[in-house]
């Protein structure tokens, strides 16, 4: 009985810490994640390309003051006064 509650007690301490790592459930599809695009208009605003996440759906950029701007193949396009931190420099 003991045995199984501590391996129980790993298997969620290990669901947790892979919780916390967003870049791998947003490279698996399971979060939706972003990346910056060229402005189709230079409107002096960042635009970020957003793709939908299994469980999550497409991220929404209101937080960041951005503008959602139109959703076309599969992205959500979405129009930010300044570049938002959390999607700079992934590659």
């Known amino acids: 009985m003991l045995v199984k509650i501590v391996l129980a ?3 969620v ?3 947790l810490v892979f919780a916390q790592r ?3 459930a947003q490279q698996w599809g ?3 994640s972003c990346e910056g695009v060229r402005a189709p208009v230079d ?3 960042a635009w970020y390309a957003c793709t939908e996440g299994l469980l999550t759906g497409y991220p929404s950029l209101i937080g960041d ?3 959602y701007q139109s959703r076309a193949s599969g992205y959500e396009y979405w129009s930010c006064p300044a570049p938002v931190t959390r ?3 992934r590659s």
């Open 9 to 11: 007690s790993l298997v």
């Open 13 to 15: 301490a290990g669901a």
């Open 22 to 24: 967003e870049d791998v």
């Open 30 to 32: 399971v979060a939706g």
């Open 43 to 45: 409107d002096g605003n």
């Open 65 to 67: 003051q951005c503008t």
């Open 87 to 89: 999607f700079a420099s």
